[in-house]
Structures are given as structure tokens and as C-alpha cells.
């Protein structure tokens, strides 16, 4: 069973991103979820309550310093899933979404109000290391070490 974490707005409705479902394990008394991937889906689902405006757009966004900046990472429809993330590294990353109505309304209305709603610590597999293969000779280098081979 996925757990989630909810954003309200009395305007636009819900949307509720859902955290366990990229497929990690919870972390810090249930804060992170790990990732041992650094691509994942964040999926989400928009309901409108009692809401009289319609959603059109969702807007994921991505802060690497707990909030201090974020970043637009993604957006989607209200029919999509999820907004596809790809972490440049291993990192703690918090995430939050921005709904847009169909006459432009914002909620929350900027940047500075986005609050987290989902912390992944993104925590990479160690697995056994890959020999690095050397590249196929070329013609040319044949031929050459077959006739320094020869003196």
C-alpha cells in the first residue's frame, strides 16, 4: 500500500502525491522515502472536491536545499499519472506541486509559498563493479602491433 502526502487548496482542490510508490522504503521516522534509482515517476492524483474550478495543469517542482529554492522539474495534466524525475545524483530532494486552474489561478500563488510534500533521499546501489572493457583495436593498430611484434 502506497503512503501519501496531501496538499490542499480551498480553490483548486487536492492533489496528493504519492510517496511510496517510486518504490522505495520510508526513512528518519517516515520523512524520506530512499530510491536506489535515480530516475522514478512521481505519481500524483488531482481530485477536485467541491471545487467549481478546473484543474488544467500540475507543476512539479524540486528543492535541493530543504526548501530554501525550488526549481520546476516537470508539469502534467490532471489525466496524467505522474511528472517522470531524473536525480543528477545521490541526494536528499523534496518535492512539491503548484496546480494552475483553467483561468490561471495558482495555488499555492508563488515559489516562496511551496511547502514539501515528499522527501526522497536518493541513495544509490552499490553493486559489483564492471570490469572497464578496452576498445576493439582498429585496423590500422593491428597491423601496427603485428609488426613491432615482428622485430
Not at 512539491?96 to 522527501?119: F, T, W, Y
Amino acid at each position: 500500500m502506497c503512503k501519501s502526502r496531501g496538499f490542499s487548496s480551498a480553490i483548486l482542490g487536492t492533489v496528493i502525491v504519492a510517496a511510496a510508490c517510486i518504490g522505495g522504503q520510508a526513512e528518519d521516522s517516515g520523512k524520506y522515502v530512499v530510491s536506489e534509482v535515480k530516475n522514478f515517476l512521481i505519481p500524483f492524483v488531482i481530485s477536485a472536491g467541491d471545487s467549481p474550478f478546473k484543474v488544467k495543469e500540475l507543476r512539479l517542482y524540486v528543492s535541493k536545499d530543504q526548501g530554501k529554492s525550488w526549481q520546476l522539474v516537470g508539469t502534467a495534466s490532471p489525466n496524467e499519472r505522474g511528472v517522470a524525475f531524473s536525480a543528477p545524483g545521490e541526494g536528499r530532494y523534496w518535492f512539491s506541486a503548484q496546480l494552475i486552474s483553467q483561468e490561471d489561478v495558482k495555488a499555492p500563488p508563488d515559489e516562496n509559498a511551496l511547502r514539501p510534500m515528499l522527501r526522497v533521499l536518493v541513495k544509490l546501489k552499490s553493486g559489483p563493479r564492471e570490469k572497464a572493457k578496452r576498445p576493439k583495436p582498429s585496423q590500422n593498430e593491428i597491423k601496427a602491433s603485428h609488426r613491432l611484434a615482428r622485430l
